[in-house]
């Protein structure tokens, strides 16, 4: 009976400590791969930092605001994100290492203020030679961002949109402000379905999310403004009135592609903004002259 009894007793013992011992797990096992994941991306920097350097200067006019420390964790960023995504082509396109880097480039220059910063629950980067149809979906489309796992591109428009940098069109700030949007507001994305004010006392679980709802509610208020006169010229372009989660998203082409035009013309949205992104666009903009860009 004691037997018994001691059987039941060690049940209910991991039963309870089952959380502590994976986490001890976790703890024991992981630092193995970050240890590794560093000598990888150590390495890779070395290898292609001077290469990656001259590509940045001479295709990101926001990689010659930052200063030099800056672009030396700007590179860094990049190399991880080339060894965390899977990029592949489809119909025929061939994925060059330029590709790989813009959209790399492009990541990290929406992430730049953030500490997490890689987008994890998007590892695969799609390519069409053109507008496509994905999935269940019949219409033809330039861009997808799936709410994990895939972003998908058409190839002449991610281009496209990279090629002029002060248009307020970049296809690949567009997808990346979805994709960042899944990956950092996941667990309180139900709260923007009826596209109405968030509480801001809800108790949200990062600092993030917590800026999120603040960017949201004042956001609210300028996206219904554009719905209630669609035939206004706007500050943002009319797409952005088809629903909230795409007007975050042309909002963030907006804070990237014309910073000092967003803050004169909606300083408490442009404030907010650059709070959620934690890096200030306007300010690095206007510390060069005009010229500079090109």
């Not at 500490?115 to 149809?133: C, D, K, R």
Request: hydrophobic content about 45%.
């Amino acid at each position: 009976m004691a037997i018994i009894w001691g059987f039941v007793a060690l049940f209910f013992a991991l039963i309870v400590l089952s959380p502590f011992i994976s986490a001890m797990l976790f703890l024991a096992l992981n630092p193995f791969n970050a240890i590794k994941d560093f000598i990888k991306v150590n390495r890779l920097h070395k290898v292609n930092s001077a290469v990656h350097h001259d590509f940045f200067t001479r295709t990101f006019p926001y990689y010659n605001l930052l200063n030099a420390d800056e672009q030396e964790t700007f590179i860094r960023r990049v190399n991880l994100i080339l060894s965390k995504k899977a990029f592949h082509g489809q119909s025929g396109v061939e994925i060059t290492d330029d590709i790989k880097l813009l959209f790399a480039g492009t990541l990290v220059k929406l992430t730049f203020g953030l500490f997490n910063y890689e987008l994890s629950w998007h590892g695969t980067i799609i390519f069409f030679p053109s507008l496509f149809v994905f999935g269940k979906n019949s219409q033809s489309m330039k861009g997808l961002t799936f709410f994990s796992d895939k972003i998908v591109f058409s190839l002449p428009d991610f281009l496209h949109g990279i090629k002029d940098p002060h248009d307020k069109l970049d296809l690949a700030l567009h997808e990346c402000a979805h994709a960042l949007k899944a990956n950092h507001v996941r667990d309180i994305n139900h709260l923007f379905d009826n596209e109405s004010r968030v509480s801001v006392f809800y108790d949200s679980g990062s600092l993030f999310e917590q800026r999120f709802i603040l960017w949201y509610n004042v956001a609210l208020s300028e996206y219904q403004i554009m719905k209630d006169n669609e035939n206004q010229e706007h500050f943002f372009r009319g797409y952005a009135a088809t629903n909230m989660d795409e007007f975050w998203a042309v909002c963030i082409e907006h804070f990237f592609e014309a910073p000092v035009e967003f803050r004169d013309k909606h300083p408490k949205l442009y404030q907010h903004t650059a709070s959620l992104l934690n890096q200030d666009t306007a300010v690095r903009a206007s510390l060069l002259s005009p010229q500079a860009f090109y």
